[in-house]
């Protein structure tokens, strides 16, 4: 039996590492009096009998995928990893659970950075890899219907064939799936130009603790019947439920697609250009993400950056997207904000890409920001938003902090055009996490985002990473008051994705 005081399990080289990385920062008591017990072989025999792919292994290595976060930071211990294949499956298996009291974590792609779709202990894993089916397209009406499981990347080509596009874009569209798109609210670069999942999903399947399934599905995109219980699960990190299938509306897919990479001196020219751009490019402006000279410097080592200055990079470079229905239209206005900002003096290179093969070299420059430095050391990922005014100082205050750790390289990109930007500390050749690195992001990096009126997290979501943060952080008292109602509202058992999302601590 283990008490459902779940503590972060945030991997470290070093058992004193700043108390594992402040991840068991403190004894958690979770967002209910309830104690879950750890499943044994008798409930491996009755999930069993109820979905026919039940994986159940006490080898810590075959299970590894389902239990270790991308980041390679967390790592739970699960034995068991069901794998459904329909929703009914889903009810079955979490109604059994609910009436044993074992914790469920509900898991997508498993592509989190904070933790939120591994276990913390032995919880069973709810896998909906196989809820990949594509339920239906209404090409009148561009709204796409699929299950959970299904790869963005798979789901963006599918549409594509039909002319459309799907309203969000992430850098891990190769593996994340839509089901943990929806319910970490992810935002993607295209933040801007469609607005956040909220906005996109027209309607949803889910399937609550107890094994009741919710058909919120939809064809129509205005209903104004009662609560909009759909928004609940959006950004509840499965907490509440499990979502199963998901209606998204796709907007057409543009005719024409232009991208420029340009050169910026300082970050105040950044926001100069990004303004100038709002003003001269209207309405097909998609996307605006801007990465920094020591981030570049990581990138370029593995790939030929666009704009250098000799044989140095730009202490910034710009990506801007626009997206509309005349390619000659939208050349001529793109050239001639490119112009008009080289003429302010706020850009001072720049190059526009001239196939759809130079579009996708330059994205593949932003997109592989995260596993460049994955790759490079062990990394220290912050996801935070902030007022354009005070965008870039807080990565400035961040160098001066960690002054006497040379060792650490503070890399910087983002979504700048929607105040997101990520923030990330590493240590080259280092792989372990630095307790004294720690104690000098932690929790100054927390104080000087509310300071300056930011959030937190911007898209990455909670998990197990900032859960505890929130009451402190991010929203006030009241507010995290309701939100442990909702919970216990939904599941008064606390067996989904426990130890997440919600502070677990006293």
């Known amino acids: 039996?283990?008490?459902?005081?779940?503590?972060?399990?945030?991997?470290?080289?070093?058992?004193?590492?700043?108390?594992?990385?402040?991840?068991?920062?403190?004894?958690?008591?979770?967002?209910?009096?309830?104690?879950?017990?750890?499943?044994?072989?008798?409930?491996?025999?009755?999930?069993?009998?109820?979905?026919?792919?039940?994986?159940?292994?006490?080898?810590?290595?075959?299970?590894?995928?389902?239990?270790?976060?991308?980041?390679?930071?967390?790592?739970?211990?699960?034995?068991?990893?069901?794998?459904?294949?329909?929703?009914?499956?889903?009810?079955?298996?979490?109604?059994?659970?609910?009436?044993?009291?074992?914790?469920?974590?509900?898991?997508?792609?498993?592509?989190?950075?904070?933790?939120?779709?591994?276990?913390?202990?032995?919880?069973?894993?709810?896998?909906?890899?196989?809820?990949?089916?594509?339920?239906?397209?209404?090409?009148?009406?561009?709204?796409?219907?699929?299950?959970?499981?299904?790869?963005?990347?798979?789901?963006?080509?599918?549409?594509?064939?039909?002319?459309?596009?799907?309203?969000?874009?992430?850098?891990?569209?190769?593996?994340?799936?839509?089901?943990?798109?929806?319910?970490?609210?992810?935002?993607?670069?295209?933040?801007?130009?469609?607005?956040?999942?909220?906005?996109?999903?027209?309607?949803?399947?889910?399937?609550?603790?107890?094994?009741?399934?919710?058909?919120?599905?939809?064809?129509?995109?205005?209903?104004?019947?009662?609560?909009?219980?759909?928004?609940?699960?959006?950004?509840?990190?499965?907490?509440?439920?499990?979502?199963?299938?998901?209606?998204?509306?796709?907007p057409r897919l543009p005719t024409a697609r232009n991208v420029a990479f340009l050169a910026c001196e300082s970050f105040d020219m950044v926001r100069k250009t990004l303004t100038c751009a709002k003003d001269e490019l209207g309405e097909i402006l998609a996307a605006f993400e801007f990465i920094d000279e020591q981030m570049l410097d990581q990138v370029g080592n593995r790939k030929k950056i666009p704009v250098k200055h000799g044989e140095r990079n730009y202490p910034f470079c710009i990506l801007l997207e626009t997206q509309g229905s005349n390619d000659e239209h939208d050349m001529a206005k793109l050239e001639s904000f490119v112009e008009k900002s080289i003429t302010l003096g706020n850009v001072v290179d720049g190059t526009l890409a001239q196939d759809m093969k130079q579009v996708n070299d330059m994205w593949e420059i932003r997109e592989s920001c995260n596993p460049i430095i994955r790759e490079i050391g062990y990394n220290y990922k912050y996801d935070i938003s902030l007022p354009l005014s005070d965008y870039y100082d807080i990565a400035e205050e961040m160098r001066e902090r960690l002054v006497s750790k040379p060792e650490a390289l503070v890399v910087n990109w983002g979504h700048v055009i929607d105040g997101n930007l990520h923030l990330n500390i590493i240590t080259p050749g280092d792989f372990s996490a630095d307790e004294q690195i720690i104690a000098l992001i932690e929790p100054f990096i927390f104080e000087s985002v509310v300071r300056r009126g930011g959030s937190i997290s911007a898209e990455h979501g909670l998990g197990q990473s900032k859960n505890n943060y929130l009451g402190k952080y991010a929203k006030k008292d009241d507010i995290v008051k309701v939100m442990k109602l909702l919970k216990s509202i939904f599941d008064p058992n606390g067996i989904m994705n426990p130890g997440k999302f919600l502070p677990s601590t006293k």
Not at 163 to 175: C, E, F, R, V, Y
Request: hydrophobic letters at 35%; one cysteine or more; charged letters at 20%.
């Open 1 to 250: 039996m283990f008490s459902c005081s779940f503590a972060s399990n945030r991997l470290t080289s070093a058992s004193s590492c700043a108390a594992f990385h402040l991840a068991r920062r403190l004894v958690s008591t979770t967002t209910t009096s309830m104690s879950l017990r750890s499943p044994n072989a008798n409930d491996f025999q009755e999930l069993s009998k109820r979905i026919d792919k039940v994986l159940i292994s006490h080898d810590a290595q075959t299970l590894l995928k389902y239990n270790a976060d991308w980041t390679g930071h967390y790592q739970g211990r699960s034995k068991i990893v069901c794998q459904p294949q329909s929703t009914q499956e889903v009810a079955s298996i979490l109604k059994y659970c609910n009436k044993e009291k074992i914790g469920v974590v509900p898991q997508a792609g498993n592509t989190s950075v904070v933790g939120g779709s591994v276990p913390i202990q032995e919880e069973v894993i709810l896998s909906l890899e196989r809820l990949d089916g594509i339920v239906s397209f209404d090409d009148e009406n561009g709204i796409l219907t699929c299950g959970a499981g299904c790869v963005l990347q798979s789901l963006q080509e599918k549409v594509a064939s039909y002319s459309h596009l799907m309203p969000i874009d992430l850098g891990a569209k190769g593996s994340c799936q839509i089901g943990g798109n929806v319910s970490t609210n992810a935002g993607g670069q295209y933040y801007y130009r469609f607005g956040s999942i909220h906005a996109n999903i027209i309607g949803m399947e889910v399937v609550l603790p107890d094994g009741t399934i919710l058909d919120l599905l939809s064809k129509i995109q205005k209903d104004n019947t009662g609560y909009d219980l759909k928004h609940l699960f959006i950004g509840a990190e499965g907490t509440l439920g499990v979502i199963t299938k998901v209606a998204i509306k796709c």
